[in-house]
């Protein structure tokens, strides 16, 4: 607990805005993701990174990715921190019962990357772990979550839960590093 405020503090996530994923989700059902022979379904991809076919014909996700950039980038200080490119973006998957083994998410492109997670379909017994903290993103919430930290997920539900999960490219970039182009 905060001492001052009494509030907890929240090292590793932070909440950016509530989107309406309604369109999204309907589209992702009729992609079958219980059936993916992956546990993710790439949207944004490659270096430099460009859209995949799934998502150049996704109108509502496109339209949802670029919600998201919106509300990040409106927030106080935003250009402080992020270009405004989007980097990689995916869906994945997590079934009832599985788990994320503890990672860090290492390398380069990461280095120079933030990452955002929007909850698209859950349920009460999805987590995520980072560091010592544990968060469970409601459908719609969109958060900066730090994964260069420690990091985990777990479904103890009785149902898949899916989460678009993308970067966007930070904006401490030394200038001789070459972005890609935003689209």
């Known amino acids: 607990m905060a001492a001052a405020t ?5 090292l590793n996530f932070n909440p950016i805005t ?3 994923t309604f369109a999204v989700t309907a589209q992702l ?3 079958k993701p ?8 790439l949207l944004r991809d490659g270096e430099p990174v460009r859209d995949t076919p799934h998502l150049e014909k996704w109108v509502s996700m496109k339209r949802v990715l670029q919600r998201a950039r919106n509300a990040i980038m409106a927030q106080q200080n935003a250009r ?19 788990a994320i083994d503890w990672h860090v998410d290492e390398g380069a492109y990461f280095d120079r990357v933030q990452q955002f ?4 379909t859950t349920n009460p017994g999805r987590y995520i772990q980072v560091g010592i903290e544990n968060m469970h993103l409601t459908v719609g919430a969109l958060w900066w979550v730090a994964h260069t930290v420690k990091n985990s997920a777990v479904n103890f539900g009785d149902a ?4 678009l999960v993308f970067e966007m490219y930070r904006a401490d970039i030394p200038d001789d590093e070459p972005l ?3 689209r």
């Open 160 to 163: 898949m839960s899916l989460h």
């Open 6 to 10: 009494g509030r907890s503090s929240i």
């Open 117 to 120: 997670q929007l909850a698209l």
């Open 18 to 20: 509530h989107l309406d």
């Open 80 to 98: 402080q921190y992020f270009t405004g490119v989007m980097g990689r973006a995916r869906v994945t998957r997590l079934d009832a019962g599985q």
């Open 180 to 182: 890609p182009e935003a």
């Open 29 to 31: 059902y009729k992609l």
């Open 34 to 41: 219980a059936e993916w022979k992956q546990p993710h379904l």
